[in-house]
């Protein structure tokens, strides 16, 4: 991929991954185009080392947020000011991510679920910041949720698409970006209905996390792995690999207000 070609990373998990490896992680995204990658919190701690990792390195940002599958407690008053708290404490904070709502039989409790979501809703129409929102067999209840606390004032994405162009449509009715990842490059059922959604919708990511259930390291997700997301929906749309990382990075830019950012590299 040429150098001069743009993209981003929606959604990752950087903080994961041992510190040590992240100035090699984040040479192998730049040698792949990759300018800028999103690291979301799952947890308190975990969005304070994803803010932490932020302010130690340009290309990244951070998203504050609490996991669906980590949320076995409500949000109180004490967790809501701390989060708010992170929130305000760096530019580099640009959205609330991740949350929504996990519907596996293994998932915390639906209504504590519910009410730690729309916690970070209000909180994200607060401080004006985007949410990026996870959905797993939750869909009718994510967009109940989202639509009963006005989500759709600061907008955002659905975090790793992997649904029918019914959902993906309300998705975008409701004010969101669809957001892609490597499930993109293998399953026929969302390469069609990526080819019907329009391009001005969607923004890319990779959910990069460590795997160390893959045999080799080398084949472990990172930010890097956009690049083969957009060559997948280039090649889907019929369009050139350079149209897609224009447009789902600025996308992606303007939801973050990152233009900026975006002009300066």
């Not at 730049?30 to 080392?49: E, K, Y």
């Not at 998203?63 to 929130?87: N, S």
């Not at 080398?218 to 897609?244: C, D, F, M, Y």
Request: some cysteine; aromatic content about 6%.
């Amino acid at each position: 991929m040429p150098s001069d070609i743009l993209l981003a990373d929606c959604h990752t998990h950087l903080d994961q991954y041992p510190s040590a490896e992240m100035t090699k992680i984040l040479e192998r995204a730049s040698d792949s185009g990759v300018v800028f990658a999103v690291c979301a919190g799952t947890t308190l701690q975990s969005t304070q080392d994803c803010i932490d990792l932020a302010d130690q390195h340009e290309p990244l940002f951070a998203g504050v947020g609490i996991h669906p599958m980590e949320a076995r407690d409500p949000v109180t008053d004490e967790i809501y000011a701390e989060l708010e708290r992170m929130g305000k404490s760096s530019s580099k904070v640009v959205c609330i991510s991740e949350v929504g709502l996990d519907y596996l039989p293994a998932s915390p409790d639906h209504a504590v679920q519910d009410q730690v979501f729309r916690a970070h809703i209000r909180l994200a129409r607060s401080l004006k910041l985007p949410v990026i929102f996870h959905s797993r067999e939750s869909h009718p209840d994510v967009f109940k949720v989202l639509r009963e606390e006005n989500a759709g004032e600061v907008g955002g994405a659905m975090h790793y698409f992997q649904g029918d162009e019914a959902t993906a449509r309300e998705a975008i009715d409701c004010g969101f970006y669809i957001s892609l990842a490597r499930p993109l490059t293998r399953l026929p059922e969302l390469q069609e209905v990526a080819k019907i959604i329009p391009l001005d919708n969607m923004v890319l990511e990779t959910d990069a996390a460590p795997q160390p259930f893959k045999k080799y390291r080398t084949n472990w997700t990172e930010p890097r792995h956009v690049q083969s997301v957009a060559e997948t929906l280039a090649e889907i749309k019929g369009i050139s690999v350079e149209e897609v990382a224009e447009v789902t990075t600025r996308n992606l830019a303007r939801l973050l207000r990152l233009e900026r950012f975006i002009e300066a590299v």
